[in-house]
């Protein structure tokens, strides 16, 4: 089945300490996403991948870090969480060959910082 | 800035009616338009789409309407149904930057039986 994973669904963390939320993939994507879901604020971008080690910035990129060693992983990298990162966030991927029409997201992962 | 802006943050209609959701954007050189549906504790999924070109597309039930000199979009559905009950995106990316996805707000749907 095709699907993109990730963990974990639900996190509660204090403030500063490091955390890393997964994102996997197994459909061969080239293009991943981060996402964070606000009230209000909608869907905004963090960060994307076009392909493995080639990442860009989206609109709020600040306080979060991402790597893409291997294609089908591109984990969301918090250093030093800060309470205004309480989110939820949502990874997604699609083939290069295909348009945003062709966007798989994952389940979201409920993240809280106090 | 928010360039994609869906500024009815809820709308309710009952059953078999038309449900119209709306959303504007600022920035001309967007040419891709879509529309995601999400429901509680899910990812979003993609609906239906538009391009630049086009100023109209249908998939059964859910059509999308694009007036390019107004800037906005419109989502109806018809006839509405109870399962149709979920927040929907509007979303526009650009050629120029195929890897950037900007979303409106959301709107959250509901449909009464």
């Known amino acids: 089945e095709a699907q993109v994973t990730q963990n974990p669904r639900y996190l509660i963390t204090v403030t500063g300490k490091k955390l890393t939320v997964t994102c996997s993939q197994n459909?061969?994507?080239?293009?991943m996403s981060w996402y964070r879901q606000d009230p209000g604020l909608g869907l905004r971008q963090i960060y994307y991948?076009?392909?493995?080690?080639?990442?860009d910035k989206g609109d709020v990129p600040e306080g979060y870090k991402v790597s893409r060693k291997e294609k089908r992983n591109f984990p969301l990298i918090l250093e030093s969480p800060s309470p205004n990162q309480t989110s939820l966030y949502f990874c997604?991927?699609?083939?290069?060959?295909?348009?945003?029409?062709?966007?798989?997201f994952g389940p979201g992962t409920r993240l809280t910082v106090t | 800035d928010q360039q994609v802006k869906q500024n009815s943050p809820s709308l309710s209609v009952q059953e078999g009616r038309i449900s119209i959701l709306n959303c504007d954007y600022t920035?001309?050189?967007?040419?891709?338009f879509l529309w995601y549906k999400k429901y509680p504790a899910e990812g979003p999924t993609f609906l239906i789409s538009?391009?630049?070109?086009?100023d109209k597309n249908e998939d059964g039930r859910f059509t999308v309407f694009l007036n390019k000199s107004a800037k906005h979009l419109s989502l109806h559905i018809v006839p509405s149904q109870p399962g149709d009950s979920a927040v929907y995106f509007c979303?526009?990316?650009?050629?120029?930057?195929?890897?950037?996805?900007?979303f409106g707000q959301g709107t959250t749907l509901q449909v009464k039986p």
């Open positions: 991948s076009m392909n493995v080690e080639v990442t």
């Open positions: 459909m061969n994507h080239e293009y």
């Open positions: 920035n001309s050189m967007f040419d891709y």
């Open positions: 538009i391009s630049s070109i086009k």
């Open positions: 997604a991927s699609r083939s290069l060959g295909g348009d945003f029409d062709e966007q798989y």
């Open positions: 979303a526009a990316s650009a050629v120029s930057n195929t890897g950037k996805l900007i």
